[in-house]
Every structure is written in C-alpha cells, then in structure tokens.
C-alpha cells in the first residue's frame, strides 16, 4: 500500500470567526479527514459532502485529507488497496486501506472520518496515537440490507467496521434529525450525548440556475418540452425501479431525464435496462445518461428540468435535493429519512409517502407539478431561497470546529 504525503501546513496562531461573530485566537488543530470519495472521484452523496466541507475547514483548522485513489496534491494523502487484495471481496480490500490511513496519521490531533470505508480507519488511529475520533454517519449498514448483493459476505465486514467504529466514537454527526434517531435505533450502546446533528450544505454559489440551454441541446433533451429530472446512483437505496413503473402514467407531453450511473449490481443493472426499454416503447421522450456528468453540465440539467423527483427509500438526508433548490427547480420526493428536514412539503416541493401505493401517488404528485407552471416556479423560488439561508457549507464547517473544540477541550 503506498501513500504519499504532501507539506503540511504548520500549525500556527489563527483568528478564528465562530457562529456568533466573535474572534477567537488559537492553534489551528491537526485535523485527518477520512473518506474513500474525494475528488476527482465523487461518485455519492458522501463525497460531495467531504469535498466542501474540506473546502470550508481548510482556513479554521490544519487539515489534511485521506482518501483512496492515485496522485498527490497539497493537504491530501492517497492510498489504495494493497495489492494482494485485488481478487478479494471489496470489504477486505477496505480494511487495507484503512490500515494504510492509519499509520499515516500520526501527529493528527484529531481524525473524521465519513461511511464504513474510512470508519475503521478513525478507530484504529484513536487507538494507535490515543487522539478522538468523530465520524459522520452519512447512512447506516444496519439500514441497507440489499448490500449484501453487492458485498455478499463483505455486508457482515462493513457492518462490523461501522459498529465497531461508531460505539467507540468520541462523537457521532449525524446528517439530519431523522438519522439521529436511526443511529441510537440502531446502536442502543450508543451515549445519545455523544451523537449530534450537523445538516449537510450546499455551495449556492456554485449551483444557482443556468439560463444556457447548450448542455441540453447537446444530451438530446428538448428544452421546449418540459422534463422530469432523476440524478443519481442505480442502487435500491435510491428507488430507481419505482420511478421507471411510476413516470410510465404521467403527462405524456413530459420528457423523463435519467442521469443514473454507476449500478451496484449486475442485477441492479438488468433491471434498470429492463424497466428503462419497457418505458422508451410506451412513451416518447424518455433519456437515460449513464456517464457521470461534470458539475456545470448537472446544474445546467437541474436549472430547466420542471420537476426534479427524489424516490429513494432511505435518505438520511439527500445533497441532490438540495443542489436542485439552489438550482431554484421544486422537488417531488419520498417522504423518508432526512429528507423531510430539506423539501418543505407544499411549499418547496411535494412528498410522497412511502407506501404500497407509493408508485401511483408518485405519479400523481409529479403531474400536479408539471401540470401547474405558476406553482412550481414559486415552488422553485421558496426552494432557492431556503437552501441559501439554512444550508450553507460556511455555517456547517463553524458548527463541526465548535464540535471539535468541546471534544479537545474535555
């Protein structure tokens, strides 16, 4: 396992701005930030939330970033899987690079680490050099029982790593109300004290509508007609299968835009093509974009689509519901998880339960956004707005250095 490891920046007197306005004057701490995604590979949720909020903790504190993948760059150390591993199942191959994070995070004074992947990684080094370990709950191995089609026996491995890491965890973030509550359901051992909620943000400076049409033109998406939007993964977690049967009974004019990628497995994957072609025969207008997409090509997207619909059935909280506000685009969305805490129902988008009738109400809610432009673009404006004044990056990065200093200071 190889890693390389940048200059880091010295540890220095800073003037520190806290959430109440007041300056305070202290050491930048040594910060390790954990994560299997960084960019240039962000692929989830996870690692859009790593990548701004590395950004924002980079002025308040002395951070330096482990990841996976291959390169160096200033502040940021890459590790991959050892090399023995590479016909292993996934969650071993985990495991090494999590022993990789570790031996390089001696002088950290404090270590963060986000999902499974980088969670034992946090554990091993509050052992090793006795520093404290935050993790971020960002979604919970209890909660995601069809990993183990993807992982088979790696699932028990997974599952071990996080239970292991978030029972021992001098504090616990979780990323909404509602993931709080699964995280003391799922892990009663747990001191509730112990567990606080830090939102996720969004960055509405980078994603704010873009009146261009050219990414559009250039995806085959007609931007005279209007457009359902769904980005994200294919995995059950995001409810992909229940969207393909729903949109089949909406507004026919409506086109359907399926940014989805990346599936989780083999059988994810032929179910997708399956409900995808069953769908292209009985309407027109229907566009699946399997790439991952740059950023300002996403916004473009997020900007014109008249509804953009979030089906999953578990969400702990949900970025792209978020990145679609700020984009001033209203949202239709499962009312599950954490989701409820971001899309006000009624006011900057709908909810739909999730129920055995799911799929129809799903449709339903979408026609009555497409089918009311005035609603919608009000919808639209509401949701803009409240991403900008509740869910900013600066105000999440302020929040977790609070955490941090309590925790050093006890």
């Known amino acids: 396992m190889l890693h390389t490891a940048p200059t880091l920046f010295p540890a220095r007197p800073v003037w520190v701005t806290m959430g109440t306005g007041a300056k305070t004057r202290g050491l930048r701490v040594r910060v390790g930030l954990l994560s299997r995604e960084y960019p240039p590979d962000v692929y989830g949720g996870a690692g859009v939330?790593?990548?701004?909020?590395?950004?924002?903790?980079?002025?308040?504190?002395?951070?330096?970033?482990?990841?996976?993948?291959?390169?160096?760059?200033?502040?940021?150390?890459?590790?991959?899987?050892?090399?023995?591993?590479?016909?292993?199942?996934?969650?071993?191959?985990?495991?090494?690079?999590?022993?990789?994070?570790?031996?390089?995070?001696?002088?950290r004074e404090l270590v963060h680490s986000h999902t499974w992947y980088a969670n034992l990684a946090g554990h091993f080094a509050k052992l090793l050099y006795g520093v404290p370990h935050v993790m971020t709950a960002h979604s919970l191995e209890p909660l995601r029982p069809w990993k183990a089609e993807q992982l088979g026996g790696g699932y028990a491995l997974s599952g071990f790593a996080e239970r292991t890491a978030i029972e021992a965890a001098d504090a616990v973030i979780a990323v909404s109300g509602a993931m709080r509550e699964d995280i003391l359901g799922c892990y009663p051992a747990l001191d509730p004290a112990r567990v606080h909620v830090v939102h996720n943000g969004i960055d509405t400076r980078l994603y704010r509508p873009d009146p261009g049409t050219d990414v559009l033109t250039r995806l085959g998406v007609d931007p005279g007609r209007p457009y359902v939007l769904f980005v994200g993964r294919i995995t059950r977690q995001k409810g992909v299968p229940h969207l393909l049967r729903a949109v089949r009974d909406i507004d026919p004019a409506a086109q359907v835009v399926l940014c989805a990628g990346a599936p989780d497995t083999p059988e994810i994957d032929r179910e997708f093509r399956d409900l995808f072609e069953e769908l292209s025969r009985a309407r027109e207008g229907v566009h699946w974009i399997p790439q991952m997409l740059p950023r300002a090509d996403v916004i473009q997207l997020l900007t014109h689509a008249s509804v953009f619909v979030c089906p999953s059935v578990y969400e702990p909280l949900g970025i792209v519901n978020l990145e679609a506000m700020a984009c001033g685009t209203p949202v239709v969305a499962s009312r599950v998880g954490g989701i409820p805490e971001v899309v006000a129902d009624g006011e900057t988008g709908l909810l739909v339960t999730l129920d055995e009738d799911f799929e129809a109400s799903l449709a339903r809610a979408l026609d009555?956004?497409?089918?009311?432009?005035?609603?919608?673009?009000?919808?639209?404006?509401?949701?803009?707005?409240?991403?900008?004044?509740?869910?900013?990056?600066?105000?999440?990065?302020?929040?977790?250095?609070?955490?941090?200093?309590?925790?050093?200071?006890?």
């Open 49 to 107: 939330h790593v990548e701004f909020l590395a950004r924002e903790l980079t002025p308040l504190v002395d951070l330096e970033v482990h990841c996976w993948g291959e390169g160096r760059g200033v502040g940021v150390v890459r590790h991959r899987p050892w090399s023995a591993l590479d016909t292993a199942n996934d969650a071993l191959r985990t495991f090494s690079v999590d022993l990789s994070i570790a031996a390089a995070l001696e002088g």
């Open 368 to 410: 009555s956004v497409l089918g009311d432009p005035v609603r919608a673009h009000l919808m639209g404006e509401a949701g803009r707005e409240r991403a900008v004044g509740e869910f900013g990056w600066d105000a999440v990065a302020r929040r977790t250095v609070r955490l941090y200093e309590e925790i050093l200071k006890a």
